[in-house]
């Protein structure tokens, strides 16, 4: 157990359609992050968060995602109109909490796989 | 940005021989590069990582090496078992500012038996 968990784990949406995905971290971290895994791939960073602030967005995302972090805790990634190249795994990870990587590891919830169909 | 590569994509070994697989990168700035070990339809695990303070580190079966002079940095696993079976994903990063990972397209292993 990472202490990450994600939902929902699976969504299937039709083209066009706004979907939204939480994010939350058992333990409180300062750092969260965003990724997108699509088949045959490794992780691709997407945003990441320091408390509730939004510091680093990657090119990968577009104007239709908007990620928040109300309170430094939760986060949601939100998709607007989607299309079928939003197709993906969109993982969450934060820093563990054990060992003496703790401060700079990160540990992937279990994902959210999305489908457009 | 960082760019991370990758090989071999796949590798096929017997039970018991070892396994090596290697990833160079491209900002010499990096100096965190861990090692994930990927499950169908799970999530990336991490499984060993290294400083670039640090040439080798090693946990039981799993060792990684890092030469920063020519930017890469190696996993190698010994007495390979059916249960190491998996894509291997590595990763780099700056432990500096944001962290963020970039990583490398995957290796898929499979140990025969």
């Known amino acids: 157990d990472t202490g990450v968990s994600q939902d929902p784990r699976h969504k299937i949406t039709k083209r066009g359609q706004n979907v939204t995905f939480r994010c939350d971290p058992i333990?409180?971290?300062?750092?969260l992050y965003w990724y997108r895994q699509t088949l045959g791939q490794g992780p691709e960073f997407l945003t990441y968060f320091q408390n509730e602030a939004q510091l680093e967005k990657s090119r990968l995302l577009s104007d239709r995602f908007s990620a928040e972090r109300p309170k430094g805790s939760f986060s949601t990634l939100e998709i607007q109109r989607t299309e079928q190249g939003d197709s993906a795994m969109y993982l969450c990870?934060?820093?563990?909490?054990?060992?003496?990587?703790?401060?700079?590891?990160?540990?992937f919830g279990p994902g959210t796989r999305l489908t457009v169909l | 940005g960082e760019n991370v590569e990758q090989h071999p994509s796949t590798l096929s070994v017997q039970e018991g021989d070892s396994a090596v697989i290697k990833c160079t990168y491209s900002?010499?700035?990096?100096?965190?590069f861990p090692w994930y070990k990927q499950e169908l339809g799970k999530r990336p695990q991490l499984i060993i990582d290294i400083r670039s303070n640090v040439g080798e580190k090693k946990d039981q079966r799993i060792a990684v090496t890092l030469n920063k002079t020519a930017k890469h940095f190696s996993l190698h696993i010994t007495e390979t078992q059916p249960e190491d079976s998996a894509v291997y994903f590595c990763a780099a990063s700056k432990l500096t500012n944001d962290y963020k990972l970039s990583f490398g397209a995957g290796t898929t292993v499979t140990v025969r038996a």
């Open positions: 900002d010499s700035a990096s100096n965190y």
């Open positions: 333990s409180e971290h300062n750092r």
């Open positions: 990870a934060t820093p563990g909490t054990r060992g003496p990587s703790s401060t700079d590891t990160q540990y």
